[in-house]
């Protein structure tokens, strides 16, 4: 007779983690809980709740779920937004720190740690992550007690891989603080905390809960430490997710596995026939054979990611045009969700000046691969057209 895994899989933990104790009569899902404050007289009992801002029953499950995902020894710590769990991060390291970063990265990320460093001083070094030796020499310089290695494989929206466990390795070696954004590979595609990172990230309004209609971070860690000092960060400075968000969210990570596995398969398959397209001047994924980052991914991911940079023939106005002719796929910033989007990067002024003008990130969602395919070629040729 056979029985379970000791380890179930991340898909089977996607479904499985986070569920109410087997009991008769249970319900198989968590409630969702409303309630801003909980009866309590006299000295808070241990694991008493209290307070919605300090910690509600409806979070508990989501953060359960989302640290067993990412091999944490302790649940996850869950913010209203992806940005609060940054903030939250950057918050580990005193003022006049040094915060090493991709020179590509999520834009608010960067604005974050430039707005950090000019109000309480410190460096901000922006650094090729695809580079290892270039970002090892960085790291060997770094103070312990006053840097920050922040990191995105892949990044965004430019799909550098960087070679993580090297990296992470060399701070750790150092003692310094490293930390990952997660959200592009999810999960499923790689665990920084395995190699080494202090703190991972998620903006959870991407993939893990993956339908487009909610605002959540994410922070997990295997540190008693900086859990506790990320812990009270959210409490003090009141970064909190309302139940409503948490248990969408905690519903749509039951879905992460075929989710991921249909948006990846569509991804390399249209990165495969953009690439071979007359009017496309470049298409960057790491499943191409040819990619830049496509050898680290493919020793160190587990798949290549939902996100495609296109850069259509035609420039910027090439780009946009190839944006207002599609149909099925929706221009809209934001990615991970089950629909398929676009949309021209540099359209935003605080956009990384060395991203290009007419590069377009494609966040590949779950439709039919032959009907997004069809309307990328019909807008591909409407663009060429106009240009």
Same mark, same amino acid.
């Given at each position: 007779?056979?029985?379970?895994?000791? $380890?179930?899989?991340?898909?089977?933990?996607?479904?499985?983690?986070?569920?109410?104790?087997?009991?008769?009569?249970?319900?198989?899902?968590?409630?969702?809980?409303?309630?801003?404050?909980?009866?309590?007289?006299?000295?808070?009992?241990?694991?008493?709740?209290?307070?919605?801002?300090?910690?509600?029953?409806?979070?508990?499950?989501?953060? *359960?779920?989302?640290?067993?995902?990412?091999?944490?020894?302790?649940?996850?710590?869950?913010?209203?937004?992806?940005?609060?769990?940054?903030?939250?991060?950057? !918050?580990?390291?005193?003022?006049?720190?040094?915060?090493?970063?991709?020179?590509?990265?999520?834009?608010? !990320?960067?604005?974050?740690?430039?707005?950090?460093?000019?109000?309480?001083?410190?460096?901000?070094?922006?650094?090729?992550?695809?580079?290892?030796?270039?970002?090892?020499?960085?790291?060997?310089?770094?103070?312990?007690?006053?840097?920050?290695?922040?990191?995105?494989?892949?990044?965004?929206?430019?799909? *550098?891989?960087?070679?993580?466990?090297?990296?992470?390795?060399?701070?750790?070696?150092?003692?310094?603080?490293?930390?990952?954004?997660?959200?592009?590979?999810?999960?499923?595609?790689?665990?920084?905390?395995?190699?080494?990172?202090?703190?991972?990230?998620?903006?959870?309004? $991407?993939?893990?809960?993956?339908?487009?209609?909610?605002?959540?971070?994410?922070?997990?860690?295997?540190?008693?430490?900086?859990?506790?000092?990320?812990?009270?960060?959210?409490?003090?400075?009141?970064?909190?997710?309302?139940?409503?968000?948490?248990?969408?969210?905690?519903?749509?990570?039951?879905?992460?596995?075929?989710?991921? *596995?249909?948006?990846?398969?569509?991804?390399?398959?249209?990165?495969?026939?953009? !690439?071979?397209?007359?009017?496309?001047?470049?298409?960057?994924?790491?499943?191409?054979?040819?990619?830049?980052?496509?050898?680290?991914?493919?020793?160190?991911?587990?798949?290549?990611?939902?996100?495609?940079?296109?850069?259509?023939?035609?420039?910027?106005?090439?780009?946009?045009?190839?944006?207002?002719?599609?149909?099925?796929?929706?221009?809209?910033?934001?990615?991970?969700?089950?629909?398929? !989007?676009?949309?021209?990067?540099?359209?935003?002024?605080?956009?990384?000046?060395?991203?290009?003008?007419?590069?377009?990130?494609?966040?590949?969602?779950?439709?039919?691969?032959?009907?997004?395919?069809?309307?990328?070629?019909?807008?591909?040729?409407?663009?060429?057209?106009?240009?």
């Amino acid at each position: 007779m056979s029985t379970p895994a000791e $380890k179930p899989s991340p898909a089977t933990l996607a479904v499985a983690a986070g569920r109410p104790p087997r009991a008769q009569g249970a319900p198989v899902n968590p409630p969702l809980v409303w309630s801003s404050t909980y009866v309590s007289q006299g000295v808070q009992g241990a694991g008493e709740l209290l307070y919605a801002r300090m910690g509600t029953e409806t979070w508990t499950p989501f953060e *359960e779920a989302v640290g067993a995902l990412e091999g944490a020894s302790r649940p996850a710590l869950v913010f209203g937004s992806g940005m609060a769990a940054v903030a939250a991060v950057f !918050s580990l390291v005193p003022p006049g720190s040094t915060v090493v970063v991709p020179r590509h990265a999520y834009q608010v !990320s960067l604005g974050l740690a430039d707005d950090l460093a000019a109000r309480h001083g410190g460096t901000v070094i922006r650094v090729d992550v695809d580079r290892t030796d270039e970002v090892l020499e960085v790291v060997a310089g770094l103070d312990p007690a006053r840097s920050l290695l922040w990191l995105e494989s892949p990044t965004n929206p430019m799909l *550098e891989v960087a070679d993580l466990p090297a990296l992470l390795a060399a701070a750790r070696e150092r003692g310094v603080l490293s930390a990952v954004d997660n959200t592009f590979a999810t999960p499923l595609g790689q665990n920084p905390l395995a190699w080494g990172a202090d703190v991972v990230v998620h903006s959870a309004t $991407k993939y893990l809960a993956g339908h487009s209609d909610v605002v959540l971070g994410v922070t997990v860690t295997d540190d008693e430490r900086l859990h506790a000092d990320l812990l009270k960060h959210r409490t003090m400075h009141g970064a909190i997710a309302g139940p409503a968000e948490v248990w969408l969210a905690l519903r749509g990570l039951r879905t992460l596995a075929l989710r991921v *596995e249909r948006s990846q398969a569509n991804a390399a398959e249209l990165a495969a026939r953009l !690439s071979g397209h007359p009017a496309v001047a470049q298409v960057r994924h790491p499943s191409l054979p040819g990619d830049p980052g496509h050898e680290v991914a493919a020793r160190t991911m587990r798949g290549f990611g939902s996100v495609l940079g296109l850069r259509p023939v035609g420039g910027a106005a090439g780009a946009d045009a190839l944006v207002a002719a599609v149909r099925l796929w929706v221009p809209a910033t934001s990615l991970g969700g089950v629909e398929s !989007s676009l949309e021209r990067r540099r359209r935003f002024a605080t956009e990384s000046r060395t991203v290009p003008e007419d590069l377009l990130r494609l966040s590949v969602g779950i439709e039919d691969v032959e009907d997004l395919w069809a309307d990328l070629a019909q807008a591909l040729d409407a663009a060429a057209g106009a240009a």
